[in-house]
Nanobody
Framework: QVQLVESGGGLVQPGGSLNLSCAAS????????IGWFRQAPGKEREGVAC????????YYVDSVKGRFTISRDNAKNTVCLQMNSLKPEDTAVYYC?????????????????WGQGTQVTVSS
């Protein structure tokens, strides 16, 4: 059984930082594509960052470029999203996702497995 479990969300002031982590079981993240998505109330789920495989192919949505960094720890079978210079518009539930293939993709429909999500709130 595949499980993805996110952690690290919370309340942070504008300009602050958070590091989200996603731990996988029953699935090898190291050889497959992974992604981070977010969904704000009343909005569609949005792809934020993805990594096609361990060869280093990475893509970010324009709104987070230069502020967010996706990374893998293959030894721990985890993926992280370091978020800096957070803005109120980054407030959302953040999800990690994994695909049974390689290749970067920010479309939610392209992913096979999902975590339960972690709330990120950016507010003063």
């Amino acid at each position: 059984q595949v499980q993805l479990v996110e952690s690290g969300g919370g309340l942070v002031q504008p300009g602050g930082s958070l590091n989200l982590s996603c731990a996988a079981s029953g699935f090898n993240l190291g050889s497959n594509a992974i992604g981070w998505f977010r969904q704000a109330p009343g909005k569609e789920r949005e792809g934020v960052a993805c990594s096609g495989s361990s060869d280093g192919t990475i893509y970010y949505v324009d709104s987070v470029k230069g502020r967010f960094t996706i990374s893998r720890d293959n030894a721990k079978n985890t993926v992280c999203l370091q978020m800096n210079s957070l803005k109120p518009e980054d407030t959302a539930v953040y999800y990690c996702a994994a695909r049974r293939t390689t290749g970067r993709d920010l479309r939610a429909v392209a992913y096979d497995y999902w975590g339960q999500g972690t709330q990120v709130t950016v507010s003063s």
